[in-house]
């Protein structure tokens, strides 16, 4: 069974192309600037061909259009027709609290997107054009959504998932705190369970997804207790690359009525100019942050220090939220790359029983392996595991279509022993 997954964002587009079973990763890639001019399209394939091309791309259709042509290209392509394509996977942000597991696409889930871009109006529209679009071309194959809040919404609890606001505003508005980012969460934490040599129902973690979006997760035996973001993609929390993560509420009020500014003019700087790049005066990669930082810029050194206070912050909140940790795991390109983010956000917390081996935290960079760069005594372990959300769509859509997905149960193949990660089979 041949599966496409799209990942349909704002300003890209992401697709990958599996063979199941034994999920083997064909090849992956991304369009991105999609609409903006200087489009680039990226792809990657496990025979080593590989792509970086400037793409003339003004709108998702273009780019969706690109991506099938790259896909079936003669040289590049792993497939001969797009009819070889059995299932597609597709990624949503926003389920609600209605889908809180993978699910088949049809007329109801297209409406519940509809209806849940309200609380996701950055990305649910564009996941909802992605889904229209491949089922435009691809109209006889099933099609499944996967979603970024499935994984925390289904399990956090009452007490850490309401706001302490007038309770009709849960009751007729949905306003609680869902939690993002969850295909990645619900990976690394069952990869960290498979590290410890534990069942995953015994063990307490910490996980923190850092990139431009960046998400802690509290996991409890094995399940979501807690997480950083709440009702939007943009408030509490992490300091992200330009959104602003935990902030006071009423600072919107009050940029709206004494700094002259419209609403959407302060959605604009919460969501868009504000994060590591608000702070820095313009830098979004922390890689530029840290060697501005080095060579003397003190926004920059402020921007790192702010980010890495509130990792610290995250890490502590949620280890006594727990009762106590296994383990702490660092994903994404933040968490994958920066050993400075993972020492500072573990600074000075050997009371906890968190500590680092410096010199295995400095050579875990880039998505080479999963490395355990705490010291062979601490208490506490610590990961970096490189995440790999396509995977969990990929085994979900599998599953679903083959009629034996069980979301409380299911067993991922990467929970099994020898499994090979996909990023080190291109
Ligand atoms: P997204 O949320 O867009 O998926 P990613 O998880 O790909 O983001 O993370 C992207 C970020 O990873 C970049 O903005 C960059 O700051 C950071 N990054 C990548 N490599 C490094 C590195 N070697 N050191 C520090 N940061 C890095």
């Known amino acids: 069974m041949i599966i496409l997954t799209l990942n349909c964002g704002s300003s890209s587009v992401k697709y990958s192309l599996w063979e199941m079973p034994g999920a083997k990763p064909l090849c992956q ?86 209806e849940f871009a ?6 649910n529209p564009n996941n909802l054009l992605g889904i229209r679009m491949a089922q435009k071309v691809m109209p006889s194959v099933p099609h499944t959504a996967s979603w970024d809040t499935a994984f925390s919404a289904a399990y956090m609890p009452r007490h850490t ?14 306003i609680r705190r869902y939690g993002y980012q969850g295909l990645s969460h619900s990976y690394v934490a069952k990869r960290a369970a498979r590290l410890l040599g534990r069942n995953r129902s015994e ?15 509290a996991v409890k035996k094995g399940r979501p207790y807690d997480q950083s973001l709440g009702f939007s993609t943009c408030g509490e929390g992490l300091v992200m690359g330009t959104r602003c993560g935990d902030l006071d509420p009423i600072v919107p009020l009050f940029m709206i009525q004494h700094a002259n500014m419209t609403h959407q003019e302060v959605e604009d700087v919460l969501y868009r100019q504000s994060g590591v790049f608000g702070l820095s005066g313009g830098y979004i ?22 980010e890495c206070y509130r990792l610290r912050k995250y890490i502590g909140a949620y280890a006594a939220a727990l009762g106590g940790i296994d383990a702490v795991v660092f994903t994404a390109g933040v968490g994958e790359n ?13 009371f906890l029983g968190i500590q680092l081996d410096r010199k295995v935290n400095n ?3 880039g998505r080479q392996s999963e490395v355990d760069i705490s010291t062979v005594d601490s208490k506490v372990k610590v990961f970096v595991i490189p995440t790999d959300e396509e995977l969990v769509m990929v085994e979900d859509a599998a599953a679903i279509i083959e009629d034996r997905f069980d979301p409380d149960n299911f067993t991922y193949s990467f929970e099994q022993p020898g499994y090979v990660p996909s990023y080190l089979r291109f």
Do not use: W
């Open 363 to 365: 050579s875990a960079v």
């Open 338 to 350: 920066s050993p400075l983010h993972r020492q500072l956000a573990c600074q000075d917390l050997d």
């Open 285 to 306: 990669d922390r890689r530029d942050i840290i060697s501005a930082a080095s060579d003397g810029d003190t926004r920059a050194q402020l921007t790192l220090d702010v």
């Open 118 to 123: 309200i609380l996701a109006p950055l990305h």
């Open 161 to 174: 998932s309401l706001y302490a606001i007038p309770y009709k505003f849960y009751a007729e508005y949905g």
């Open 203 to 217: 063990v307490n973690l910490i996980s923190l997804h850092i990139g431009n979006g960046s998400t802690v997760t």
């Open 29 to 114: 890639g991304i369009v991105e600037r999609v609409g903006m001019g200087d489009s680039t399209l990226t792809h990657k394939s496990v025979s080593n061909t590989s792509k970086n091309q400037e793409v003339d791309c003004p709108d998702h259709e273009a780019a969706i259009d690109l991506i099938f042509d790259v896909i079936t290209d003669s040289e590049s392509g792993v497939v001969s027709d797009l009819s070889e394509i059995e299932v597609v996977a597709h990624r949503v942000v926003h389920g609600g609290e209605k889908y809180t597991h993978s699910v088949i696409i049809d007329e109801d889930v297209i409406g519940a997107i509809d």
